[in-house]
């Protein structure tokens, strides 16, 4: 049998492969997803993890205090189900993961013993990325990935974060949106039930209004 148009499968092949299977499973997912916490557990396990970083931490921001915060963890962070050692608060403008919210850009470091940006967590790490949670002109976070070896990060790494990144950040603005409606439904929901209080307890005085329907459905009639 000829073999042209074939070639051997080296291990660049495998690794490209294999990440390609992790991102299909994660926009599979993606659309599963209802809850930014969870979808943040999924990211740092079942996305970085199985992309080969040895370690990763999926950061939010609060605009409001000026803070990112630890959410989900792989690795040292994360000894036991969802919990996270060692949880630290970060402002924006702190630490390499605090730059990359202020300039909105990934960093990528060599060698932290030279960084002087860098925040030792559990175990000192030696090369450091991250990348922004970043969708239309709104931070949301970062994923951020230590390794114990110098310069172990190369453009490949930045890649792959990138598009997990950027398939994390789609995700979080929909359930943000989706948030935000829910909030102004209740409080919508809440002036509509004072205001039918308030109507009936005029019809009850003198007659002008009376409610009507069963429940699930209330209509007025004005007489």
């Avoid at 148009?5 to 490209?16: A, V």
Wanted: aromatic share 6%; net charge negative; with cysteine.
């Amino acid at each position: 049998m000829s073999s042209v148009g074939f070639k051997p499968i080296d291990h660049e092949d495998e690794i490209d492969r294999s990440s390609l299977k992790v991102l299909n499973d994660f926009a599979i997912e993606l659309i599963r997803m209802v809850d930014d916490d969870k979808l943040a557990w999924y990211v740092a396990r079942e996305v970085v993890g199985k992309l080969g970083f040895v370690d990763c931490v999926v950061y939010f921001v609060d605009h409001d205090k000026g803070m990112l915060h630890q959410v989900a963890a792989m690795g040292d962070k994360n000894p036991l189900a969802n919990e996270i050692s060692n949880r630290l608060e970060i402002p924006i403008g702190s630490g390499v993961t605090g730059n990359v919210v202020k300039y909105r850009q990934p960093i990528i470091v060599d060698d932290l013993l030279h960084d002087s940006r860098y925040i030792p967590d559990l175990n000192p790490a030696r090369s450091e990325i991250c990348v922004p949670l970043l969708c239309d002109d709104t931070i949301l976070g970062v994923i951020d990935c230590e390794d114990p070896r110098v310069g172990h990060f190369k453009q490949r790494h930045l890649e792959l974060l990138n598009t997990v990144s950027a398939m994390t950040s789609s995700k979080l603005a929909l359930l943000n949106k989706d948030a935000v409606a829910i909030r102004l439904d209740f409080r919508n929901g809440r002036a509509r039930d004072a205001l039918i209080r308030n109507v009936v307890s005029v019809g009850n005085n003198d007659g002008k209004a009376v409610r009507e329907g069963g429940q699930g459905s209330v209509m007025y009639c004005f007489r």
